[in-house]
């Protein structure tokens, strides 16, 4: 779903996107963010999304967490 100009899609607070690569590490998307370890979301895992943040950045809730993600990251969920 990527956008004319090649740009990656827009996300819209509850959207449900897939975590498209497990990360070296994740941030939680707590008032006091800290780093988590990576195998509470893995690649293929399905969240929604529960916040727009600056600089491209999307706050998703997964099963275990919510952390704080680049969009590029994830892909929406058709």
């Given amino acids: 779903m990527e956008q004319v100009d090649g740009s990656p899609p827009a996300f819209d607070t509850g959207a449900l996107v897939r975590l498209t690569q497990t990360q070296p590490y994740l941030k939680t998307a707590d008032p006091m963010p800290m780093l988590r370890p ?26 275990r967490g919510t952390f704080l993600l680049a969009a590029d990251q994830v892909e929406p969920v058709a």
């Fill in 38 to 63: 990576p195998d509470l979301a893995e690649a293929g895992d399905e969240g929604v999304v529960v916040e727009l943040c600056p600089r491209n950045m999307l706050a998703v809730r997964f099963r």
